[in-house]
């Protein structure tokens, strides 16, 4: 119920400011800042911060269990996240994302992977992060799926470091995974009270092989974790 209440008042919010002469650019990213400063800790998110989060101009890079995670790396970074299509079509959440600069993908076709990346590039190259999850989709782990390396072009070709970022959850019902659907998970997730887990940011990577680094340094970092306890559901999301 916050939840829907404080996306839906914050939608409206970002039309007035609209109405008012704001840029839609601006506009939507005032959005994302407000509603960070609410919502997570209100749906009982509890995640303790590990490393430095860098703070210029930067793609982020993280390991992709459940639709939380953009929402656990952005309490602590400002960027705009990249995002398969479907989630556009989710109730309130996928409206709030499209307006506050969330960059859609669809990843079954090459010429929207192509335009992403070009649009990755060129948002870089005006000094607005990224945060990207190439795996391009969803898994429980504790290894990541193998990186898709186009993101990483494209902050390569735009001159920025990539920072990459490890996401652990204490319990397996976080996990968007197999045949979950959206709204069911969603409203099992949150009746947990609380979740508890770790965000933690790494060091910058430069080069033109930081698809490699990244996703070693991730895996890496899962390892040191405690395992979490295994489901018979653990299967990647479509």
Known sequence: MYFGFTTSFGIAGFFWKVLTGIPKEEAGPRLRRWWLRHVPWKLGLHMELRGDPYQGTCLYVGNHITYIDPIVVLTHVDANVVAKAEISKWPIMGYGASIVGTIFVKREEKSSRRETAKAIREALEQN???LVFPEGTT??????????????????????????????YDSPKVAFIGDHTFL???????????IHGKVTFGPLLYGEDTSEQASRWINETMMKEDPIPTVNEYSPKA
């Open 128 to 130: 607005v992060s990224i």
């Open 184 to 194: 069911p998970h969603f409203f099992n997730l949150f009746a947990m009270k609380e």
């Open 139 to 168: 898994s429980a782990g504790p290894q990541t799926l193998p990186f898709r390396p186009r993101s990483f072009e494209a902050a390569f070709q735009a001159g920025v470091p990539v920072q990459p970022v490890a996401i652990y």
